[in-house]
């Protein structure tokens, strides 16, 4: 899997805060820097592509951090550094858009409720927050379901796999019969181009992967109908030492069935 892992949204230059049972009191200074620390990565993909416009503020007893999204992203946690220290202080009572798949959009909220995890309050200087984020390989496309389609086939478009080598590889990240059904129904199909023929697919929530049309890999004659024909194969066997698989071409998209010897590309999903 590609992803990148960064920590946005660092508050310094003096940031204040006292908290006690009766009352949160936030203040800031004129100068606020909003600081990215890229940890590693192997794509060295910087995440102020994707997380913008972080702020902070006071609401009652509770710190709210807003941020701004450019890409489907996984806030992972946030965490709290007081006094130039590099101990994590955690922050456990967090709701809204934190700990989930994030779709892109303004205005992202993180409520945190201090009193909730220190009841008895503390006080610090230089508070700095950070969102940790891992930049995800999966789209949410709104479906019923919850599944998640990756961006991208696996080992990429000339990659091909048999029934038993993708079971044995990629387990249940393999979508089922049911998983590629609720695709094609649920979703608008439009046959395009996109460097290769095939379909933009996109969800009910406006969110869209691509799946080339690059054929199939016969188990007697070899690859066949690059840029004509798309064959996305499924882990629900059928008799006969056959799978079902997603099938199109530029007049439609159906479900079918081949031989479990057969290459077919995979689309893996997120459960």
Request: hydrophobic share 35%.
């Amino acid at each position: 899997m590609r992803y990148t892992i960064g920590f946005i949204g660092c508050f310094m230059e003096r940031v204040e805060v006292e908290i006690d049972k009766k009352s949160l009191i936030l203040h800031f200074m004129r100068k606020i820097y909003v600081l990215i620390l890229l940890l590693f990565s192997t794509l060295f993909v910087m995440a102020q592509e994707y997380v913008t416009n972080v702020r902070a503020l006071q609401e009652g007893q509770k710190i709210v951090l807003l941020y701004d999204l450019t890409k489907d992203t996984y806030i992972r946690q946030v965490n709290m550094r007081v006094d130039g220290t590099q101990r994590c202080i955690p922050m456990y009572s967090l709701k809204g858009d934190v700990d989930k798949l994030i779709s892109a959009g303004k205005n992202k909220r993180i409520e945190y409720d201090v009193l909730l995890d220190y009841a008895g309050g503390f006080r610090a200087e230089n508070v700095v927050f950070e969102i940790q984020s891992i930049l995800s390989d999966y789209v949410d496309l709104g479906l019923p379901s919850g599944t998640l389609w990756k961006n991208a086939n696996e080992g990429g478009d000339n990659a091909r796999y048999t029934y038993d080598e993708a079971v044995s590889e990629f387990g249940n990240k393999l979508p089922t019969k049911r998983q590629l059904q609720e695709l094609i129904n649920k979703c608008t199909w439009k046959w395009t181009q996109n460097g290769v023929k095939g379909y933009k697919v996109t969800g009910p929530n406006g969110n869209s992967i691509f799946l080339p049309a690059v054929g199939y890999r016969d188990c007697e004659v070899g690859v066949r109908y690059i840029g004509t024909y798309g064959y996305y194969l499924s882990s629900t066997p059928r008799a006969y030492e056959s799978a079902w698989s997603l099938y199109f071409d530029s007049s439609g998209v159906d479900m079918d069935y081949g031989e479990r010897c057969d290459g077919l590309s995979v689309r893996l999903v997120q459960n």
